[in-house]
């Protein structure tokens, strides 16, 4: 007997959740690297070990929407002469989210990224994790073709300055279609922070103290990481022995190894949280 094929397209439900869901306004994105998951057990401690692993598994968060629209997605009609108007096919999907304020240093890292494809999946501030349904039991994301920022940077006379980031699905259709959703057991925004780029800077030529500031804007960090870093020393920092911090003056001093005099550098953000420093990484 020949091969057959079924009407997959035809099977309708129109049954609705015995238990509707109130859906309460999204608060934050969680972006995987494209063709990856979250774990099925996800729990605070492991989003936070994911938000620090190395760029092949790391996750990236970002907060503080305020404000979402939607741009197309909408079904396309057409006929065909005098025949009804039947979908031709579904308009790209674009999920426009509104930040709280204006984050150049954010701005800047997507505008940076804005050519690659990622996963992104959503929560709302009832701490449900939004997605697609893949097949398998474990949510998956949804895959965008480019995840993009817009910002008017400057305050105008009427408003401060603002900025947007824009989720560019890359297929709307199965957005609709294969939408799902968890409810989760804690709020992921505390481990979704992302990671602050920061540099350390020594203070000057004629000695072994160091600042550790933020990349952009220059925002003086060492006060809160300094005495963490003195404590994990050689833990935290390659090329160094010990390493003290001075309260006063707000400085790190380091002891060197032989042949790295003058080039400390933070390790990877995964070492780091092992030494108990989250959220920063040095570029």
């Known amino acids: 007997m020949r091969p057959l094929r079924s009407c997959d397209d035809s099977h309708l439900n129109t049954g609705l959740s015995k238990c509707p869901v109130d859906f309460a306004r999204m608060k934050g994105a969680i972006i995987v690297p494209y063709g990856t998951k979250l774990p ?46 039947r979908v031709t096919g579904y308009s ?23 050519g690659k494809a990622w996963g992104a999946y959503f929560y709302d501030e009832k701490n449900y994790l939004y997605g697609l349904d893949d097949g398998t039991d474990v949510l998956a994301p949804f895959p965008m073709s480019t995840i993009h920022s817009n910002a008017t940077p400057y305050s105008t006379s009427s408003a401060k300055s603002t900025m947007t980031v824009k989720f560019c699905h890359e ?12 409810k989760l057991g804690f709020n992921p925004q505390r481990a979704t922070l992302g990671l602050t780029a920061v540099k350390l800077v020594k203070t000057s030529d004629t000695s072994n103290d160091f600042k550790l500031i933020e990349k952009i804007g220059g925002f003086d960090l ?52 092992e030494a108990g420093i989250e959220g920063i990484e040095e570029v």
């Open 92 to 114: 790209d999907r674009a999920d426009t989210f509104t930040l709280d304020k204006n984050y150049p240093e954010l701005h800047s890292s997507l505008t940076k990224s804005s």
């Open 171 to 182: 297929d709307a259709r199965a957005a609709i279609e294969n939408a799902d959703f968890v």
């Open 40 to 85: 099925a057990q996800l729990t605070l401690e492991k989003l936070t070990e994911l938000a620090h692993a190395d760029e092949n598994e790391r996750i990236y968060g970002i907060g503080g929407f305020c404000e979402y629209a939607q741009e197309g997605g909408e079904a396309q009609t057409g006929a065909v002469g005098y025949g009804g108007l």
């Open 222 to 273: 060492t006060p809160t990481f300094g005495p963490l870093i003195a404590d994990s020393a050689a833990t935290a920092v390659s090329g160094i022995t010990a390493a003290t911090y001075d309260s006063d003056k707000k400085v790190l001093t380091l002891t060197f190894s032989d042949g790295n005099a003058g080039n400390p550098h933070l390790k990877a953000p995964k070492a780091l949280l």
